[in-house]
């Protein structure tokens, strides 16, 4: 039986919108730099900080989107793989506090490295997480340690 490769993205609606204030921005500089109705130092000031917002915004939502991925050779995170062979076990952790819920799969490694964290709430389709996590977990004989809910 093989497993299809699960790939997981960034949301990119925060960086989209950021983008589109910095475009407003720059277009606002420019206005008041072509018209000449406020100072120039805050002209160029929106224009410059506006086009900066832009571009980098928009270069983020665009380069590197895939964020994690689950494969037959193991959990590929922020450009590294890790081999099922070297994992003992994992957990999902879900850390609750006033207004918030953050979501984490925490990986134990063989080797007895510092467990590795994956924080699931900025990625899209993270609900399906766990889900996809246990049916690679059980086809490579990963255990798992459970579900621990922590208050913040």
């Not at 407003?24 to 506006?50: E, H, P, T």
């Not at 993270?126 to 996809?132: A, D, G, H, K």
Request: charge should be positive; glycine fraction near 8%.
């Amino acid at each position: 039986m093989q497993l299809p490769p699960v790939k997981y993205r960034r949301h990119r609606v925060a960086y989209s919108v950021a983008a589109v204030f910095g475009f407003l921005a720059a277009c606002q500089g420019c206005y008041w730099l072509v018209s000449g109705s406020v100072g120039s130092f805050f002209g160029w000031m929106f224009f410059i900080i506006g086009l900066a917002a832009l571009v980098g915004c928009s270069w983020t939502a665009i380069r590197n989107p895939l964020v994690l991925e689950l494969n037959q050779e193991g959990i590929w995170y922020k450009k590294k793989t890790y081999g099922w062979n070297s994992l003992r076990s994992y957990t999902i952790r879900k850390e609750v506090g006033e207004s918030s819920l953050f979501i984490y799969l925490v990986l134990s490694f063989k080797d007895d490295r510092e467990p590795l964290e994956i924080q699931l709430d900025w990625l899209d389709k993270s609900e399906s997480v766990p889900e996809q996590m246990e049916a690679y977990a059980k086809f490579f004989q990963v255990r798992f340690d459970g579900l621990i809910k922590k208050e913040a």
